[in-house]
């Protein structure tokens, strides 16, 4: 009987051992391929026709073109991008796989959008990951037919520890799908983002995670799996052609320039979208668009821009800064305003009341905070770890833009479009450069859900909020104990954190549903809406449908440049989007069936009645380019120049205008229109839902969590005037 025993103990352990050993090496992960469309029958020509028609009445109405105006999501990710299949595994709230077929169905029935692309994470790319993106995003197009567009892309995630080294992330959107007009593999950036999304990813994913979640287990096998997958792909050879290269290796493009290099290298010509450019979760403090216009960036590669995405708002310039670079290469921490605090300085405040509780004097205190300002300011994004042990609350408002639209956190004006279209290059004399972008807006959703922002419902999965238990935050976010001193963090210990250094928890007060993009088409083919795009004849949205037209009275039309002597006439109209109707469309529910429609759409699809939303009024920017470098940027950029109020009309808003200061100024100006609309419900809308005192000042908060901390049946909606954001129309001096 003892010998049994033995036996059983010897085999016991040699069975833990045998786990042991294929968890390291993470035996049992699966694969996961990009699941299988459900809803393969085509939207019925009637609805799609009926769309048309009531587009072309509304327009007629109010004096619109012909064109039609056509409504698609150019950055949608699944969980074939790192941060995706994170924050979809039950540590995080999440719901388990978002395969590319999900985004499918989702754009087609849920969002019914026109057009949409898929724009995975290159960083975290393999060859059957491409290739799988490729078949079903074919597939998906098959079974859409007339009704929607799909484009196949991916994102180049580029993230730099300082600002000079900063490029931010762009979208690349291929026109077609045949295997010779695409890239052999998507480009990523190397860095800090492959770091995080490549290389160290798994650490995020520790091998305990299956024994302290045995339920879900498979999850966290499937992501060791896909971590180590995306690992193991060789990297190609930077000094071959990427031509020559072949389509099985990873391609690391360090800069623009290079991305832009590759592509025309292996014959391609897809659209490079720059977006979240003002993001400050991710994005140096500090950071400016001018490097960005240096020829060897290849400012003339980036035909639009992303306004606006469920990360929040890039469009609008402040003249504040969270950091000032010095001359000896650090950074000061600028003194805050009224309409501005920056992080530096609220982590000497912290700093220096800690002190004065712990009964240190006067002078003693103020010392350690003028050294928590200047430790927190060469922090960067991770400001917040700079002062041990603080509770997130603690730090307010700090770093955000308290006056801008939906604005997205940490916000970083000098990345702003504004700022972008302000500035020129001048290192040619002869040829200064600018940038000449047309706008979009995207939701940016990471559960593969194109077109979120058609209602404002399911917070958890129709915005990135992501819902940690108690148990799984503080073990996510490092806190360290209190302390009345500030830490000088080591930039690779806060490098090897990934997103672990980032504020996820104010961020969750800033995700919205997103924006669409706009196309004035000539119809719905994948042809015409690509050309719309490249002839910049878009606009973005922050998720209404609102129709826009933007143009001058001889024919200029939005995105487009003209040169004149004389203002041009102007003419912008607008008409409100449709009130929606709850619940969805008899035919979503008859294709993709009663269980679907509520894990994919909760129950709520786009749905529009017959009556729209109004047009409150139409504001009009106007930006004036330098024509020399010491040109202050705030100076150029008149927001708002010109106010239209419109009548209280559900058939829209229209009105003419010039600019009588043009001639006489004789240089350029950058026009762009802004409609407004009346009032709705936009889920966190009034971000951190600050308490303010008497003089202005944010003193508590009542944050939208993206945790337990706020109940999941808690949208966090709050009142918005939803817009749309024209192209602008360059209007450059002289004569033709």
Not at 7 to 13: M, P
Not at 105 to 111: E, K, L, P
């Amino acid at each position: 009987m003892a010998r049994n025993i033995k036996i059983t103990g010897i085999a016991v352990i040699a069975l833990v051992a045998l786990y042991a050993f294929g968890a390291a090496f993470d035996f049992f992960g699966r694969t996961r391929d990009s699941g299988t469309i459900i809803g393969t029958s085509p939207r019925t020509a009637q609805s799609v026709t009926a769309r048309i028609d009531n587009q072309a009445n509304a327009a007629a109405r109010i004096g619109g073109d012909t064109k039609q105006i056509l409504f698609g999501d150019l950055h949608v990710h699944t969980t074939n991008s790192t941060d995706a299949f994170l924050w979809s595994l039950p540590i995080y709230g999440g719901e388990g796989s978002h395969p590319l077929a999900d985004a499918c169905d989702y754009a087609r029935f849920c969002s019914a959008l026109d057009f949409w692309a898929i724009t995975d994470h290159a960083e975290a790319s393999t060859p059957k990951r491409w290739s799988d993106a490729k078949e079903s995003i074919r597939a998906c197009n098959a079974v859409s037919q007339d009704d929607m567009v799909s484009f196949i892309g991916f994102e180049w995630t580029q993230v730099g520890a300082t600002p000079a080294t900063h490029y931010g992330h762009k979208n690349v959107i291929f026109r077609d799908l045949e295997d010779e007009k695409l890239s052999k593999r998507p480009i990523a950036s190397g860095g800090v983002s492959t770091n995080a999304l490549r290389t160290r990813g798994k650490s995020l994913v520790p091998l305990a995670l299956p024994l302290l979640d045995p339920a879900n287990r498979q999850d966290y096998y499937d992501i060791r799996r896909f971590l180590d997958e995306a690992a193991n792909v060789p990297l190609c050879d930077a000094t071959i052609s990427a031509d020559k290269l072949p389509a099985s290796c990873f391609e690391i493009a360090e800069t623009p320039g290079t991305l832009i290099k590759s592509l025309e290298e292996q014959k391609v010509d897809p659209l490079v979208i720059p977006h979240g450019t003002t993001w400050g979760f991710y994005t140096p403090a500090g950071v400016e668009f001018d490097k960005h216009l240096k020829a060897d960036q290849r400012p003339d590669a980036f035909p639009l821009v992303e306004i606006m995405s469920g990360h929040g708002n890039s469009e609008e310039y402040r003249d504040f800064r969270a950091v000032t670079l010095q001359a000896d290469g650090t950074y000061a921490c600028p003194a805050p305003t009224k309409d501005y605090l920056p992080m530096c300085h609220r982590a000497g405040e912290i700093v220096k009341a800690r002190c004065l509780d712990n009964g240190e004097d006067a002078n003693t205190c103020t010392a350690r905070a003028k050294e928590a300002r200047y430790l927190a300011a060469q922090s960067s994004v991770a400001a917040h770890l700079s002062v041990p042990g603080t509770k997130i609350e603690e730090w307010l408002d700090a770093g955000q833009c308290k006056d801008c639209f939906l604005p997205s956190f940490g916000y970083r004006p000098g990345n702003s479009v504004q700022y972008g279209l302000a500035i020129r290059n001048f290192d040619d004399p002869d040829n200064t450069t600018r940038l000449n972008w047309g706008f979009i807006a995207a939701s940016d959703n990471h559960r593969a859900r194109p077109g979120t922002g058609y209602k404002e419902v399911d917070r958890l999965r129709n915005t990135e909020a992501v819902h940690l238990s108690e148990t799984w935050r503080k073990r996510t976010y490092p806190k360290g104990e209190a302390a009345d001193e500030a830490l000088e963090l080591d930039p690779e210990v806060v490098a090897s954190l990934g997103f672990r250094a980032t504020e996820m928890e104010r961020q969750a007060s800033f995700w919205t549903t997103g924006g669409l993009a706009a196309v004035h088409s000539e119809g719905r083919s994948r042809e015409e809406i690509f050309a719309a795009m490249e002839r910049r004849e878009t606009y973005g949205t922050s998720g209404a449908r609102i129709l826009l037209w933007f143009n001058t009275n001889d024919g200029v039309m939005m995105g487009s440049t003209t040169q004149r002597t004389q203002s041009p006439n102007f003419e912008v109209k607008a008409v409100g989007a449709y009130k929606q109707k709850e619940g969805c469309p008899d035919q979503a529910q008859d294709v993709l069936g009663a269980e679907r429609i509520q894990k994919l759409c909760a129950n709520e699809c786009f749905n529009p009645s017959n009556e729209r939303l109004k047009i409150s009024r139409i504001e009009i920017v106007r930006i004036r380019p330098q024509v020399s470098r010491n040109e202050n940027v705030a100076d150029l950029i008149d927001d708002n120049w010109l106010t239209h109020e419109c009548d209280t009309n559900s058939n829209g808003c229209s009105f003419s205008f010039t600019d009588p200061e043009f001639s006489s100024s004789g240089r350029m100006a950058t026009y762009y229109a802004r409609a407004i609309q009346e009032p709705t419900e936009k889920i966190n809308a009034d971000n951190l839902r600050c308490t303010y005192d008497k003089d202005g000042n944010c003193i508590s908060l009542n944050i939208c969590y993206g945790d337990d901390r706020t109940p999941a049946s808690d949208d966090c909606v709050g009142m918005v005037e939803e817009r749309a954001w024209s192209s602008p129309i360059y209007v450059e001096y002289g004569s033709n």
